[in-house]
């Protein structure tokens, strides 16, 4: 990883147009003004939900799947990279076509079978019947995922330019972590009080549920929008 980012380093810095000699046509507001008015907008306050959201699965399939598959059938550690590793891979292998699936495509009807996609394989990872189910699923997860994450980056692109690039990203972020921390703390509470499997169903629902809401924002928004055009049109 440090070799990777050392090379990306030096990309950047010999690579990356400069921005220095672009004149900024207005100045984007302050951090916690930029904040409010996000939550306040049914667009961007669904986007960052469902970012927010998708994030809650990263702690139950990466931390606590080993010990679910080592409590079932003492799975190798073998086993355990290649059921983690496979759904990055073929996410990692579906960014292009899924990036031009969302520029082509509906973005919310994307955004809404991607998040069922996720939180239905979460939810079922507790019924499967060894290490190839595990891995199936996993494989599947990953698809879905490679339909998110375009979609979503597309999305917040397109909101930063009314907030400024860089604030939205950087509040965007704050979402995905906030997503990892809620994901890690309902996974750890799920597990005590009912055991490791209810882990990542609980999981599995709240990202159901919370990953609709954002759905429903987006559209409510884009309704909201386009109004808002057409009378001022």
Known sequence: MAGLSFIALLLILFQLPSLADRQVRRRPPPIFSAMASMLADCRTSGILLARMSTMIIMVPTMAFLPLLMNEWFAASGKQIGAVIACRTLVNALLQTPGGRMADRGNKIHLLFIGCLVISVVICLVPLAQGFWWLLFLFVVLGMGEAIIWPVLG????????????????????????????????????????????????????????????????????????????????
């Open 154 to 233: 597309a999305l917040a692109t397109q909101e930063g330019r009314r907030y400024g690039q860089g604030t939205m990203m950087g509040i965007y972020s704050l979402a995905m972590s906030s997503g990892v921390f809620l994901g890690a703390i309902v996974a750890g509470i799920s597990m005590d009080q009912f055991g490791l499997r209810w882990a990542f169903v609980i999981n599995g629902l709240i990202v159901l549920i919370l990953s609709m809401a954002a759905v429903g924002l987006i559209r409510k928004g884009n309704r909201a929008q386009g109004k808002e055009k057409e009378s001022r049109g």
